[in-house]
């Protein structure tokens, strides 16, 4: 099993930065890749960030050029670096690791998330 714990949101002013950490515990070994992803109230979940185990990234075309994704494999974490955050920004934001258990199954895991409110 992995288990995350994200931390890192709050209330920011438009314009303004955050950055996000989820760290991840348990089969460590197993992770193919952790991403971030959010949901606003009356919205689908959507993927915000993705990274992979071996660095590849992807990004919402929403939050490219504007958010970064990176990993400390060695700490076992995943950052989520936010700027010039604008007001539809603000959802809750999920960490997700996508692991293989010891029989070579693909699992998920998600984090409770944490709130990123950004006002005008």
């Known amino acids: 099993q992995v288990q995350l714990v994200e931390s890192g949101g709050g209330l920011v002013q438009t314009g303004g930065s955050l950055r996000l950490s989820c760290v991840a515990s348990?089969?460590?070994?197993?992770?193919?890749?952790m991403g971030w992803y959010r949901q606003a109230p009356g919205k689908q979940r959507e993927l915000v960030a993705r990274i992979t185990s071996g660095d590849s990234t992807n990004y919402a075309d929403s939050v490219r050029g504007r958010f970064t994704i990176s990993r400390n494999n060695a700490k076992n974490i995943v950052y989520l670096q936010m700027s010039s955050l604008k007001t539809e920004d603000t959802a809750h934001y999920y960490c997700?690791?996508?692991?293989?258990?010891?029989?070579?199954?693909?699992?998920?895991?998600w984090g409770q998330g944490t709130q990123v409110t950004v006002s005008s």
């Open positions: 348990g089969s460590i070994f197993s992770i193919n890749a």
């Open positions: 997700r690791a996508d692991w293989r258990d010891p029989f070579s199954v693909v699992r998920t895991s």
